[in-house]
């Protein structure tokens, strides 16, 4: 089975702007979680999809959103981007319905979002 | 929110020496799991311990888990060159609810 995709790899914005960042998890993985990840706050959880529903939300702003598709691929949005939302941004995929901490997350390469 | 914290922060050794990564929570877990991460790429999952267990293995990995004193610790055996990553661990604050990981820790293996 192909792996968890993330694209782009690399996106460079300015403040201000608003950035969609997609996510591809493992063929017949229904649940998608997104984390953020920098030097000074390490991973934190921005939210969790399960069937097209939002079942976990991390404490972030509301710039932050993310949907889920019929076919599980999962896409995150920021608006109006700080330079503190330079970061990694990872999204892992699992197969089962109980909640990410049940169940092994598979994590993609991740996408290296850069403010300026 | 409740999150894992790695001990130490950092750790350089020789190849073919332990490592040994402890972890340790804030309140009661339903699980607890190990990933390592190489540089600035995607988490790879080692292992997954549930509360009612106390010990895992996995090739060369020992993962220990004591929940009386809320601590967890990841032991690699005979590390090597290919071992040198950064290493997190994970709980949940409660059934269902997303991971929290810790901050990790640096590994770090000469040859």
């Known amino acids: 089975k192909a792996g968890v995709t993330q694209t782009p790899r690399y996106l460079i914005k300015t403040r201000g702007q608003q950035v969609t960042l997609s996510c591809s998890p493992i063929s017949g993985h229904r649940s998608v979680s997104w984390y953020q990840q920098t030097p000074g706050q390490g991973l934190q959880f921005l939210f969790e999809y399960f069937s097209e529903t939002q079942r976990n939300k991390g404490n972030f702003p509301g710039r932050f959103s993310g949907r889920q598709f019929s076919n599980s691929r999962s896409e995150m949005n920021v608006s109006t981007l700080e330079l503190g939302d330079s970061a990694l941004y990872l999204c892992?995929?699992?197969?089962?319905?109980?909640?990410?901490?049940?169940?092994?997350?598979?994590f993609g390469p991740g996408t290296r979002l850069t403010v300026l | 929110s409740q999150q894992g914290e790695e001990d130490p922060q950092a750790l350089s050794i020789q190849e073919g020496e332990n490592a040994t990564m402890n972890c340790s929570y804030k309140t009661s877990i339903n699980n607890l799991q190990w990933y390592r991460q190489n540089s600035g790429r995607g988490l790879v999952h080692l292992i997954l311990i549930r509360s009612n267990e106390r010990e895992k293995h996995s090739g060369r990995l020992r993962v220990t888990l004591d929940t009386s004193k809320k601590s967890s610790s990841l032991l690699i055996t005979a590390s090597r060159a290919a071992d040198t990553a950064s290493y997190f661990c994970?709980?949940?604050?409660?059934?269902?609810?997303?991971?929290?990981f810790g901050k990790g820790t640096t590994l770090s293996v000469s040859s």
């Open positions: 994970a709980t949940d604050a409660q059934a269902g609810t997303a991971l929290i």
């Open positions: 892992a995929s699992s197969s089962e319905y109980g909640g990410s901490s049940y169940n092994e997350q598979f």
